[in-house]
Each structure stands twice: as C-alpha cells, then as structure tokens.
C-alpha cells in the first residue's frame, strides 16, 4: 500500500494551504515536515528534491511533487474531484484560477510594507466585493445546485470555502450580501473530513503572524 | 464542423501568446478579436463575458473560457499534449508552470518603471540559466529523448521552446551552456506547425512596445 503523502513547507498556510485542504477534503491523511531554518530549506535543495529550488514540494506516489497547481491538479484527479469530463474540468479550472488570483492577494497582505497596508487591503475588499464574490454567487444561482460544477462536490468548492474562511478572517461583513456562497460554506464545512480540518488539534494552520512572517523574512531571505 | 475558437485580447503577446502557441503547435486555425478601445472592454463585461471582468477570453466548444491557465489546460487535454495518464499529466503541469511563471515575468516586466524593468529582465535571464533551463538540459540529458516527457511531443515542449525563444530575446548567449536545449531548440522549431507559426505573417505576437502597453493602460485604466 503507498504511504502516506509527505508535505515539505514552512510552518505556516503560504502556499502550501490548498493542498493542506485539499487532501483533508479528500480524506487523505498526510505526513508534513516544516522547513524551520535555512538549513533544511538547503538540504532539500542540494538533495535535489526540489525541481525548481522551491517548496511546496509534496511527495506522493513515488514522486516528488513541485509547483502548487500541479500537486493540485494530480490529487483531484486521483481523489475524483476534478469533473466528469473535459467541460466540467475546465470550469472547475476557471473557478480554482480566480479562487487563487484573490488568494493570492490575500496571502501576500501581511508582506506588504506598512506604508502600502491600507491601499492593498482596500483593493482587496473592492475585489472581494464587486468582482469574486459575486461571479462565484451567480454561478450557484444560474444553476441553483448545490456545489459550483456538474452538481457534484469539487475540488473548486473546496478552494473557495477555503478562501471565504480567509474572507471571513479579514472581514466577516464582506460575506452578508451573499446568502449562496455563506450556504456553500456551511454545506461545504460541514462535509465529515472538512469538519474534521476545521476542528482545533487538525494540519489546518493559523493566520499569519506578523512577526513570525518578518522572522521568516529575516531568515530565508525573501 | 465546429466553429474555429476565438481569441479576445490586446494586439500583444501577454497573458495570451502561450495559448496562441498551443493553438499553432496543434494545427488548429483561430480567429482573433483585438481590444483596442475602452468600450470594447466595457462592452464584454456587460456582456457577461468575463467571469472574473479580465481577459484573455477564448470562445471554443461553446464555453467562454477565461483564466490562463484553465484555457491551457483544456486545449492541451483536448489536443492530446497533456501525456497519457496521470504521471505523464503532473510531469507535464510541473514543466509547463514553470516555464509560464518565467514568461509571466517578462509580461509584466514590460508595463514597470524604466529602471524596474531592466532589473526585471535582467532577473529573468538569471532564473532562465540557473534554475530553469539547468532542469530542464537535465531531464534531455537522463533520458536522451526527443520530447520532455513520454517519448510524445506535449505541451510542456511547446512551453518550454516558446520561453527558450523569449529569453533569448532578452540575451541571445543564454543556450550557450545548454547543447541539448540547442538542439531541443532546433528540433522543436522544425515542427511543421511550429515552424509554420515561427514565420513572419503568423499570428504570433513581438515583443511588448510602448504603444503596447499604452493600449492595455488605457483599455484596463490601469
């Protein structure tokens, strides 16, 4: 029987985040091993376990896994959460796409130098608002299903909890006009491996902390 | 017949020229819809068009596909470049979003500050010759192969030759250390596809120039 995947990242969501969900959802255990010094970061690196000299790296089935998308890409194919077909894949692609574009905002916020702080933040609410929420909420009413794609949970309503959870963090309000997407989050976390995840105890990480980003910074040079 | 697929985007390669490339390289004929004006955009926003209110946008098999990478995943799948099983698939993936990464790099370089840009650049031809392209004369070199992966000519070659080219744009010595990127170079070009596309006339796209990206300030009042 193969072993469990193991998860190469630092000690906090970064990147590596989505994949955590991902397998939870799935009901994959996984193994995680957290890069705490330049050191370890190094090993990896002169191991030449890392392809592109970057983590995530996740290693599954035999292989050594590098760039998010693709680990994601492979485990919702293996874990049938990635549509019934070509059509349904390139939905459920186009939606991971966008869920990522504000992720990635998100997640590149408490980087922002503090002078810059406020702006990036109100661009993210103006996004958050006026160009995702709402693509997402019409989605689920134009065909009034219970999950994004093909009636059928997906990887992509995994992604998109994930980040309303993120949204929720940042400002709760920012979810009221949006009676479909906070049902999909109810729907969604209520699944029994999501539940699971989003208990105390559970690989789901913590927002990140400011000063552990600067002492990140610091040590890995980024 | 179906209908040949339609590209909507600037007059520019930008996020859209990977998906041009893929199109050529597949032999499949495309039409192409240019975004000149402010109203043009507004117009297919209006329209509903853009999911997330950004191009590119490519019409094909009666979806309105938007999100790079969605659009190159469903083409590679649909024209049989995205290997054979899931091991093929994920290698692919890895490949290719490295690549795109290095490309997006040089997109985005194009609308910094003078001094930013060269800097930009000068970091692209960097991370071409130490961590892509050595990965990539490697993975030639271990299975002495034609093709990046599965002895099948795939998306991830088609990547890989188009940012080959755009790097040496950017600084024509870049293969010098790299005989079987040469020769990967020269093999790939002589696709007839490929070389059909690498011809003047073609619908491939020059590098970003100032009037270039004066027409995407405008249109995206960026």
């Known amino acids: 029987m193969a072993g469990k995947p193991i998860l190469h990242y630092f000690n906090g969501r970064g990147r590596m985040e989505c994949i955590r969900w991902l397998l939870a959802a799935a009901g994959v255990e996984f193994e995680e091993k957290f890069i705490e010094k330049p050191e370890g970061l190094d090993k990896l690196k002169n191991d030449g376990s890392l392809m592109f000299q970057q983590v995530p790296m996740a290693e599954i089935d035999g292989m050594k896994l590098v760039q998010t998308r693709a680990i994601l890409n492979y485990i919702a194919a293996k874990h049938n959460l990635y549509g019934k077909d070509m059509k349904e894949r390139a939905l459920i692609d186009m939606y991971s796409e966008g869920v990522a574009d504000l992720g990635e905002m998100i997640m590149h916020l408490p980087l922002c130098p503090p002078a810059e702080k406020d702006a990036k933040l109100t661009l993210i609410r103006e996004k958050t608002t006026n160009r995702y929420l709402p693509a997402f909420e019409n989605v689920l009413k134009s065909h009034g299903q219970d999950y994004l794609v093909g009636n059928k949970l997906s990887r992509a309503d995994i992604h998109l909890v994930e980040l309303l959870y993120y949204v929720e963090e940042l400002d709760p309000s920012l979810l009221a006009s949006f009676p479909l997407l906070k049902a999909l989050k109810a729907r969604v976390s209520n699944l029994p491996a999501v539940k699971k995840f989003l208990q105390p105890g559970s690989q789901r990480k913590p927002p990140t902390d400011e000063k552990k980003i600067e002492e990140a910074r610091r040590a890995f040079k980024f | ?222």
Not at chain 2, 14 to 35: K, P, T
Not at chain 2, 115 to 129: M, T
Not at chain 2, 175 to 201: A, H, M, V, Y
Request: aromatic share 10%; charged share 30%.
């Open chain 2, 1 to 222: 017949m179906a209908a040949k697929p339609k590209l909507w985007y600037f007059h520019g390669r930008g996020r859209m020229e990977s998906i041009r490339w893929l199109l050529a390289a597949a032999g499949v004929e495309f039409e192409e819809e240019f975004l000149e004006t402010r109203e043009q955009y507004e117009k297919l926003q209006k329209d509903g068009r853009l999911l997330f209110g950004q191009v590119p946008l490519v019409e094909i098999d009666g979806m309105e596909l938007t999100q790079t990478r969605a659009i190159l995943s469903y083409l590679a799948a649909k024209y049989n470049l995205h290997g054979k099983d899931p091991k093929e698939t994920v290698r692919i993936d890895m490949y290719a979003d490295g690549t795109l990464d290095l490309m997006l790099m040089v997109a985005l370089a194009a609308f910094k500050p003078l001094e930013e840009k060269e800097e930009s650049l000068a970091l692209v031809v960097k991370k071409a010759k130490t961590r892509y392209f050595p990965v990539f004369e490697k993975i030639l070199k271990d299975h002495g192969e034609d093709f990046l992966v599965g002895n099948k000519f795939s998306w991830a070659d088609i990547q890989l030759l188009e940012a080959i080219l755009m790097v040496e744009e950017l600084d024509a010595s870049v293969l010098c250390d790299f005989p079987l990127l040469k020769e990967f170079k020269t093999r790939i070009s002589n696709i007839p596809t490929i070389k059909k596309f690498l011809q003047p006339g073609s619908q491939r796209k020059p590098p970003p120039d100032n009037h270039y990206v004066e027409v995407v300030r405008n249109v995206l009042q960026l």
